[in-house]
């Protein structure tokens, strides 16, 4: 009798009390351990590495059970695993920390027991020998699933091959873990730079020294450290990692070493939004690390006081002034990024405090005092309060100010006229952006006519590519015209643009209307102008395109 490769599913699924939960689990763990050990001939110590971290495929198979019973619950478990073997690849693929969700496109195809793969449990078992935690070989399989399909001895050559670069086994794994390509044979170049470069990195710049004087040699430890040397590696387009890090005089060692990863990838995403390059970013956090916490500690500041303290003229100032009021006021630090892009001077501000001038924005911070908010801002902040839908109102303000607009009066009056969530407006603003409109001229748009970001994502690529492709327009019109988003494409845009185009057709007309005169015009002012080119103009008009 062939053995059925799906489990069989009884019509009612147990549901367990809260109070057994924990029972079940363990119980349960322990079922699939003896099941892995004693039916499946699978070493004691992996099957309990499978079963304990596997509660996914755990709980999906308690539940199959027809009813929980705290006293049979362990007998009635083993007898279905007798008569109901498991997919061992659901179990093993969840115990080495790979989520669920991408099991269909990783399980072997007819594939049911480790007994029909001549590698994948040997692979496994290698590299937990060697010093790899069980639940993190999932990196390894995702990134570098060839590994699994080597036999051991070829991994345990390899292994050991780079272990002659100087590194001890901890070492290894967390290189391994955070540069999974390291296994790839076809890198052979870029693989012997990496390690060259982190040979100098852990024994000349003093890495490993630091992680040994502090206590903390274990696998995670070298997981967590190689991962944030791989954010740099990344950064710096795979090359020169050593150089990077460890040259002026060592600086960027002790921002790898005493900054964690989550803090450094704040900080990555934060400068890179000033449109920066990535090699650039990483230069400027490796060699100031004051930047890493100036970010966290920085208060509101004023804007005209930071270009000012940054070396702009008066006369640009007054430019800001008189054409940027929507960013004016105090800024968060967070915002900061976009306040820039707002007043299109990104790059300039970054070109200000890369290449080792970052101690221009460390000074602007020590010296920036207490800022008062604008009295018109606060006034306006306490009727937000005090109205029927604060929190949504305030997340609509502070998608402006995430966009780049300052606390100020100005902004606050663009507010009453944005409609919708804060997430739908932000939406609508990226897309516009997706569909080449500039981040400041974007911003200056929107203090225009702020209901351009009433309408949604679909209505207004419809519009632009009509603009576009149709009537042969630059996106520059839609900076002096932002209205034109606001009018319907079917019964507006549409008619009045190929109602012109048919009066030049046919030489009634050589005058050519801006966009504005054509979509704008009122009705009554548009036959009227009809009337003036010919008289019959108005009646085919209303006959052939009017709506």
């Known amino acids: ?9 009884t019509s009612k699924p147990s549901k367990i009390p809260w109070k057994y939960k924990q029972f079940a689990i363990a119980q349960g763990q322990k079922s699939v351990t003896d099941y892995l050990h004693a039916t499946r001939c699978i070493p004691y110590a992996f099957a309990d590495q499978i079963s304990k971290n596997s509660n996914n495929a755990l709980m999906n198979l308690i539940t199959k059970l027809s009813a929980f019973s705290p006293v049979h619950y362990p007998h009635n478990l083993n007898k279905f695993l007798r008569y109901n073997p498991i997919n061992e690849f659901e179990f093993f693929f969840e115990s080495i920390g790979i989520h669920p969700s991408k099991f269909p496109s990783l399980f072997p195809q007819n594939k049911f027991f480790f007994s029909e793969d001549e590698t994948l449990l040997d692979t496994a078992s290698v590299l937990s020998e060697f010093g790899f935690p069980w639940d993190k070989l999932g990196v390894l399989y995702e990134e570098s699933g060839w590994v699994f399909k080597w036999g051991a001895s070829e991994l345990k050559d390899r292994l050991c091959g780079f272990k002659g670069y100087g590194f001890c086994n901890v070492q290894v794994v967390g290189i391994c873990l955070a540069f999974p390509f390291v296994f790839d044979g076809q890198k052979g170049a870029e693989v012997e730079a990496l390690f060259s470069d982190l040979r100098l990195l852990f024994g000349k710049f003093g890495l490993a020294e630091r992680v040994e004087e502090k206590g903390n040699n274990g696998v995670d430890d070298w997981v967590g450290l190689c991962r944030k040397i791989r954010l740099f590696y990344d950064l710096n387009g795979g090359k020169n990692i050593g150089e990077l890090i460890g040259g002026n005089n060592g600086i960027g060692v002790g921002v790898v070493f005493e900054h964690g990863e989550e803090e450094l990838v704040q900080a990555i995403e934060y400068f890179c939004r000033f449109g920066a390059k990535k090699e650039e970013v990483a230069r400027l956090i490796v060699n100031g690390p004051e930047l890493l916490e100036l970010v966290l500690k920085m208060g509101n500041f004023n804007v005209l006081k930071l270009l000012k303290h940054f070396g702009m003229n008066s006369n640009d100032l007054d430019i800001v002034k008189r054409d940027y009021a929507h960013v004016l006021g105090t800024v968060k630090p967070c915002n900061l990024p976009n306040v820039m892009r707002a007043l299109g001077l990104h790059e300039w501000f970054f070109e200000k405090i890369k290449d080792g001038n970052h101690s221009l924005l460390v000074s602007f911070v020590a010296n920036n005092g207490k800022v008062d908010r604008v009295k018109g801002y606060l006034s306006f902040l306490k009727a937000i309060e005090v109205s029927k839908t604060p929190i949504h109102k305030m997340s609509k303000l502070n998608f402006l100010h995430g966009i780049g607009f300052g606390e100020n009066a100005l902004t606050m009056y663009i507010l009453s006229y944005m409609h919708g969530t804060s997430d739908q407006l932000q939406k609508r603003f990226d897309c516009l952006l997706h569909l080449g409109i500039e981040f400041s001229k974007l911003c200056k748009m929107i203090t225009v006519h702020p209901k351009i970001l009433s309408q949604n994502p679909e209505s207004l690529e419809q519009k632009i590519n009509f603009l576009c492709q149709e009537m042969g327009q630059s996106l520059e019109i839609l900076v002096t015209f932002p209205s034109f988003l606001c009018f319907d494409l079917e019964n507006r845009i549409k008619p009045r643009y190929r109602f012109h185009m048919w009066l030049m057709e046919k030489g009634l007309s050589s005058k050519r209307y801006s966009i504005a005169s054509m979509v704008a015009t009122s009705n009554r002012t548009l036959v009227s102008r009809a ?17």
């Open 1 to 9: 009798m062939s053995l059925h490769r799906h489990v069989c599913r």
């Open 531 to 547: 009337f003036k080119i010919h008289p019959a103009a108005p009646k085919h008009w209303f006959e052939q395109f009017y709506p």
